[in-house]
């Protein structure tokens, strides 16, 4: 085994794989680049080296300077996580020319799956079947669109290297197509170096399935079962879980022979993910089962084959590299046991199209993590997400004897789950739990997108909450300098009287809605409330940091209280309500310039202004192009109109709120 090892990777990745290098006794190294100096991976290793600024391509992507800083070291082998260099099939070859050992599988291997192209005729020449496309090498955009006609709409473009949704675009309509294909050619030469594409036929009721896979040097290979990973939003995963909902064990046969096989074909060592999508649209049925692509790595969702197995992966992976078989060889001695889900929990924004959202974590209370609940995390309170990196805050694993149970305590996981400082799906994540098609196994890989209204819904207005609201806002923001005894009256500066009788006026906004709460306060240093629905006493019977304890005379009431600027966010019966203090000027402001502003919605590179000074537009056009995250945006016209100023230029940096460009005043 190994005695030190260099990690090439960063954040929840980084330290899961230093969590099991510690456990076996292994020494690790990090690395990371200069916004990440104070990130938890950093603190968590052994060892940790500068690699340069913040973008990728100056920092975790520098595989000569990971390479220097392995020998500097003394590491003996490298780990490149999920992402990044970790199919990179010359990075491989690099650490094996240096003497170092590439935790992965052969640059062959990776060379071979690397290309979703490649990768299919690979496949269809080791019987294993294929999604129906076009796999050709011919990239002229007239063939291509010859292609798309062929299969028939609706069709996925789709880069023939990387993955994780990047250059990947649905078309539905032929009209649209050149216009989808230029955008997927141009994300996947930011992402991968590589703007070729393939074409494939779309399936309407498509489920994603995928099987983990594991070989060792000694010619043993088998699969630890399958994961679904169906539900999905731009391409990208939500919600994992193993086993896969609904799959008859004959089934689970035919596809877990078939990724054996797929990793037979190619000389195949270590882990590696073979992706199936199913077509649904008469039920599970080995026939209508098709080969997406390999993942020649450890995958993000590997947790619930974890939780199901009872199987450390990153584990597997070390003594695999190290020269050791397989700790369980045979597919016999292989079981599963009951069933996990896995959430991602992201700084996003899923009524705005999953826009990536970036912020301080102020705020962060996670729940008690145990045999049946797990968290994998590379962020703390007081951490930043920035718009350099992958937007994932966690991910959320829990386990139980069946489905249901799981879901149950997943559900309550995330309502013990706290989070304040920036935009996240922790509330679209909670509705998706409690789905009536998630919890009875019916979805999709489209289902997300079909069902976003209502599973972005803002919860409705519990009272309490308001209650608890308009308490901080009356609260003073600093303690007293006597506050020697905190229910003293000179403890109490908002509004406390002898005589009592004062009162006080809260507006507040909630969903759009500004709602005025009155407070008179008591003698006794309580106050009395009057809430859309009636009157409430409310007194503070305990209160820690902020976590408040509240009498509201027929019940009490725990929560906790965040407030930033206007902003106010009570966390309350695993519930988030956010309320703000309305700007009424800001707010005239905005209806009055209406549409006529094209904001950048976050941090990011303009990629391509596609709009110029005089042209006139039709609502829906596209306008401007913004690269974030390592995604592609793109803004459109939200009317008809004439294009008066345009502010920024293909390869300007923008900030979060940046005006892009303004339209004419509208006549009348």
């Given at each position: 085994?190994?005695?030190?090892?260099?990690?090439?990777?960063?954040?929840?990745?980084?330290?899961?794989?230093?969590?099991?290098?510690?456990?076996?006794?292994?020494?690790?190294?990090?690395?990371?680049?200069?916004?990440?100096?104070?990130?938890?991976?950093v603190a968590m290793a052994?060892?940790?080296?500068?690699?340069?600024?913040?973008?990728?391509?100056?920092?975790?992507?520098?595989?000569?300077?990971?390479?220097?800083?392995?020998?500097?070291?003394?590491?003996?082998?490298?780990?490149?996580?999920?992402?990044?260099?970790?199919?990179?099939?010359?990075?491989?070859?690099?650490?094996?020319?240096?003497?170092?050992?590439?935790?992965?599988?052969?640059?062959?291997?990776?060379?071979?799956?690397?290309?979703?192209?490649?990768?299919?005729?690979?496949?269809?020449?080791?019987?294993?079947?294929?999604?129906?496309?076009?796999?050709?090498?011919?990239?002229?955009?007239?063939?291509?669109?010859?292609?798309?006609?062929?299969?028939?709409?609706?069709?996925?473009?789709?880069?023939?290297a990387g993955g994780g949704?990047?250059?990947?675009?649905?078309?539905?309509?032929?009209?649209?197509?050149?216009?989808?294909?230029?955008?997927?050619?141009?994300?996947?030469?930011?992402?991968?170096?590589?703007?070729?594409?393939?074409?494939?036929?779309?399936?309407?009721?498509?489920?994603?399935?995928?099987?983990?896979?594991?070989?060792?040097?000694?010619?043993?290979?088998?699969?630890?079962?399958?994961?679904?990973?169906?539900?999905?939003?731009?391409?990208?995963?939500?919600?994992?879980?193993?086993?896969?909902?609904?799959?008859?064990?004959?089934?689970?046969?035919?596809?877990?022979?078939?990724?054996?096989?797929?990793?037979?074909?190619?000389?195949?060592?270590?882990?590696?993910?073979?992706?199936?999508?199913?077509?649904?649209?008469?039920?599970?049925?080995?026939?209508?089962?098709?080969?997406?692509?390999?993942?020649?790595?450890?995958?993000?969702?590997?947790p619930v084959t974890e939780?199901?197995?009872?199987?450390?992966?990153?584990?597997?992976?070390?003594?695999?590299?190290?020269?050791?078989?397989?700790?369980?060889?045979?597919?016999?001695?292989?079981?599963?046991?009951?069933?996990?889900?896995?959430?991602?929990?992201?700084?996003?924004?899923?009524?705005?199209?999953?826009?990536?959202?970036?912020?301080?974590?102020?705020?962060?209370?996670?729940?008690?993590?145990?045999?049946?609940?797990?968290?994998?995390?590379?962020?703390?309170?007081?951490?930043?997400?920035?718009?350099?990196?992958?937007?994932?805050?966690?991910?959320?694993?829990?386990?139980?004897?069946?489905?249901?149970?799981?879901?149950?305590?997943?559900?309550?996981?995330?309502?013990?789950?706290?989070?304040?400082?920036?935009?996240?799906?922790?509330?679209?994540?909670?509705?998706?739990?409690?789905?009536?098609?998630?919890?009875?196994?019916?979805?999709?890989?489209?289902?997300?997108?079909?069902?976003?209204?209502?599973?972005?819904?803002?919860?409705?207005?519990?009272?309490?909450?308001?209650?608890?609201?308009?308490?901080?806002?009356?609260?003073?923001?600093?303690?007293?300098?006597?506050?020697?005894?905190?229910?003293?009256?000179?403890?109490?500066?908002?509004?406390?009287?002898?005589?009592?009788?004062?009162?006080?006026?809260?507006?507040?906004?909630?969903?759009?809605?500004?709602?005025?709460?009155?407070?008179?306060?008591?003698?006794?240093?309580?106050?009395?409330?009057?809430?859309?629905?009636?009157?409430?006493?409310?007194?503070?019977?305990?209160?820690?940091?902020?976590?408040?304890?509240?009498?509201?005379?027929?019940?009490?009431?725990?929560?906790?209280?965040?407030?930033?600027?206007?902003?106010?966010?009570?966390?309350?019966?695993?519930?988030?309500?956010?309320?703000?203090?309305?700007?009424?000027?800001?707010?005239?402001?905005?209806?009055?310039?209406?549409?006529?502003?094209?904001?950048?919605?976050?941090?990011?590179?303009?990629?391509?202004?596609?709009?110029?000074?005089?042209?006139?537009?039709?609502?829906?056009?596209?306008?401007?192009?913004?690269?974030?995250?390592?995604?592609?945006?793109?803004?459109?016209?939200?009317?008809?109109?004439?294009?008066?100023?345009?502010?920024?230029?293909?390869?300007?940096?923008?900030?979060?709120?940046?005006?892009?460009?303004?339209?004419?005043?509208?006549?009348?």
């Amino acid at each position: 085994m190994f005695a030190k090892i260099l990690i090439a990777n960063r954040g929840e990745i980084a330290c899961r794989i230093i969590k099991t290098a510690r456990s076996l006794g292994i020494k690790t190294v990090a690395v990371y680049s200069k916004a990440d100096v104070r990130a938890l991976h950093v603190a968590m290793a052994d060892e940790a080296y500068l690699l340069g600024s913040a973008p990728v391509g100056e920092s975790y992507l520098k595989g000569e300077a990971i390479l220097q800083i392995a020998g500097r070291a003394g590491a003996e082998a490298i780990h490149p996580g999920y992402g990044f260099l970790s199919e990179n099939a010359e990075f491989a070859e690099a650490c094996e020319a240096e003497g170092l050992v590439f935790i992965g599988p052969p640059a062959s291997a990776i060379r071979a799956m690397g290309e979703k192209d490649e990768a299919k005729r690979i496949m269809e020449k080791a019987g294993v079947p294929v999604v129906p496309g076009y796999h050709g090498s011919d990239q002229d955009p007239a063939t291509l669109a010859k292609e798309a006609v062929r299969l028939g709409y609706p069709i996925l473009i789709k880069a023939v290297a990387g993955g994780g949704g990047k250059g990947m675009r649905r078309v539905d309509d032929p009209a649209e197509f050149l216009n989808e294909l230029e955008g997927a050619k141009r994300e996947a030469k930011s992402a991968f170096g590589n703007d070729r594409v393939l074409i494939e036929k779309f399936m309407l009721k498509p489920r994603h399935i995928e099987f983990q896979v594991f070989a060792d040097s000694n010619g043993n290979t088998v699969h630890l079962f399958e994961r679904d990973c169906s539900l999905q939003r731009r391409h990208q995963k939500v919600i994992e879980e193993a086993p896969a909902p609904g799959m008859p064990e004959e089934m689970r046969q035919a596809m877990g022979k078939a990724a054996v096989n797929a990793a037979k074909a190619i000389g195949y060592r270590g882990a590696g993910t073979v992706e199936f999508i199913a077509d649904v649209s008469d039920g599970l049925d080995p026939a209508h089962c098709y080969f997406m692509e390999m993942n020649t790595r450890l995958q993000v969702e590997h947790p619930v084959t974890e939780m199901i197995t009872g199987l450390d992966l990153v584990e597997w992976q070390l003594r695999v590299a190290s020269g050791e078989p397989l700790p369980i060889a045979k597919q016999k001695n292989i079981h599963a046991n009951g069933h996990a889900v896995e959430v991602r929990l992201y700084a996003e924004d899923p009524a705005a199209g999953f826009l990536p959202a970036t912020g301080t974590i102020r705020h962060l209370a996670l729940p008690e993590v145990g045999e049946n609940l797990r968290i994998d995390s590379g962020i703390r309170q007081g951490d930043a997400v920035t718009p350099h990196y992958d937007p994932m805050i966690a991910k959320i694993i829990a386990w139980g004897e069946d489905r249901a149970t799981a879901i149950l305590r997943l559900r309550a996981a995330l309502d013990a789950l706290e989070l304040e400082g920036c935009t996240t799906n922790l509330s679209f994540l909670r509705n998706l739990l409690a789905d009536s098609v998630f919890e009875a196994g019916a979805h999709d890989t489209g289902y997300i997108g079909r069902a976003l209204e209502a599973l972005t819904h803002e919860p409705p207005l519990d009272e309490d909450a308001l209650a608890a609201a308009a308490l901080f806002q009356l609260l003073p923001e600093k303690p007293s300098p006597r506050r020697a005894d905190p229910y003293s009256p000179w403890s109490q500066c908002y509004g406390w009287r002898p005589w009592g009788g004062a009162r006080q006026f809260v507006r507040i906004s909630y969903g759009g809605e500004v709602l005025e709460v009155a407070a008179s306060f008591l003698r006794d240093g309580g106050m009395e409330l009057q809430l859309p629905s009636g009157t409430v006493t409310l007194n503070i019977i305990g209160q820690e940091g902020n976590l408040f304890q509240l009498d509201l005379g027929d019940r009490v009431v725990g929560c906790s209280v965040i407030r930033t600027g206007s902003d106010v966010r009570v966390f309350l019966k695993g519930r988030c309500y956010h309320f703000s203090l309305p700007d009424l000027h800001y707010g005239a402001e905005q209806e009055e310039s209406g549409d006529d502003r094209i904001i950048s919605p976050l941090p990011g590179r303009v990629v391509e202004m596609k709009a110029s000074v005089g042209q006139k537009v039709a609502e829906g056009t596209p306008l401007a192009v913004l690269e974030a995250m390592k995604m592609e945006h793109t803004l459109k016209a939200p009317r008809d109109g004439t294009i008066a100023e345009v502010f920024a230029s293909a390869g300007d940096q923008v900030d979060e709120g940046t005006v892009l460009l303004i339209f004419e005043e509208e006549a009348g």
